[in-house]
């Protein structure tokens, strides 16, 4: 019996793995759990994620990956062999082949950290993959056409920014400046103007629940809690809408800003066709309240966000996969 070939979106904030022939299988958080004095993993996935912030002297809840590379090898390692163990394809007699996505502007050296990890988690052969491209393909955009498709891919650690046409990225811009970027400014902006101290995941329920980055489009307002910075008592406060409009605009900017020189630097001919056929919007930050009408105030170009933005890597790969053996260049 052969093992399946498995599709990865080795996210900074999430991990999702494509089997050959069943589709998503998982879908977990990336986020380890160790114990800091034997480095012994405890947790992996959603169960070491309930860990972040409040875990005791002796254990460590991290994200082993930065700005979409490898920051911490041994997790990274140890948390994709435990998903590969949880989803069962290894078969007694054969390890499956890898496909992995990766942005678009890291180095050889990073680019052989992903592959290490992988093969080192059981993989026979790792291909690479850029992220934008696969992403491109998973939001059903038709990039083997003779024809310009635009993506923006808003994930944790980066956004990868890309003009496709024939099967190939013609021009591309990958930044640091993505979802955990937005939420550390949420975080900045409540410890600066209400002296309070709260943690990660109450600076993302913020941007998520009641954010924006398009001026007076949502008026929500929430009641966070967190510890007063002077007294170190818990307090209460109330944050608008509005508000975190104004913390994201600077970050957000960039944003727009990237997407505007990508624009500037493809080819006349593609430009033309990107007018009509508009700019898709994949990753967790497509889902950003707002980001749509930004981009089309900003761009002047059709804004669409993907069905399931957060999947569209990993369906990706799942069509790349089934392509796999008929085509003959996929390595990076
Ligand atoms: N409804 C939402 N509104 C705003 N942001 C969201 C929403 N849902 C998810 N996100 C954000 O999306 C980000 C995660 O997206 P995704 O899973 O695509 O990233 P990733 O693939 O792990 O990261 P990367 O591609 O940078 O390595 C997180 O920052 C999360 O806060």
Do not use: W
Request: hydrophobic residues 40%.
């Amino acid at each position: 019996m052969f093992a399946r070939d498995i599709g990865i979106d080795l996210g900074t904030a999430n991990v999702l793995i494509h089997v050959k022939g069943k589709g998503i299988v998982l879908n977990q958080p990336t986020v380890v759990a160790m114990d800091r004095n034997t480095g012994k993993v405890l947790e992996v996935g959603e169960d070491a994620q309930r860990m972040v912030g409040r875990t005791p002297e002796n254990i460590e809840a991290t994200r082993p990956l930065k700005d979409g590379i490898i920051a911490d090898f041994d997790a990274t390692e140890a948390m994709l062999k435990y998903f590969i163990q949880k989803i069962n394809v290894r078969s007694f007699l054969s390890r499956p082949r890898m496909l992995i996505c990766c942005p678009t502007n890291i180095t050889k050296v990073e680019q052989q950290a992903i592959k290490q990890a992988a093969e080192k988690a059981g993989g026979k052969k790792v291909f690479l993959e850029e992220e934008p491209k696969v992403a491109a393909i998973g939001a059903g955009m038709e990039i083997y056409e003779p024809y310009g498709n635009m993506i923006v891919d808003i994930g944790g650690g980066t956004t990868d920014i890309a003009v496709l046409s024939m099967g190939e990225i013609v021009t591309a811009s990958s930044i640091k400046i993505a979802g955990n970027r937005l939420d550390q400014e949420i975080l900045q902006y409540i410890k600066k103007e209400y002296q309070l101290l709260i943690g990660e995941r109450t600076a993302e329920n913020i941007k998520i629940n009641v954010g924006t980055v398009f001026p007076a489009t949502r008026t929500e307002v929430v009641d966070i809690r967190g510890r007063d910075r002077i007294t170190g008592l818990p307090r209460t406060i109330s944050v608008s809408s509005e508000e975190i409009e104004k913390a994201l605009r600077e970050p957000v900017q960039v944003i727009v800003q990237t997407a505007r020189k990508v624009l500037e630097r493809t080819p006349p001919e593609l430009s033309a066709d990107i007018i009509e056929r508009g700019v898709t919007l994949t990753g967790g930050g497509a889902l950003l309240h707002g980001v749509d009408q930004l981009l089309f105030e900003e761009l002047k170009v059709p804004v669409m966000i993907a069905d399931s933005p957060m999947d569209c890597v990993a369906a990706g790969t799942g069509m790349i996969l089934e392509n796999m053996d008929k085509r003959s260049k996929i390595v990076l």
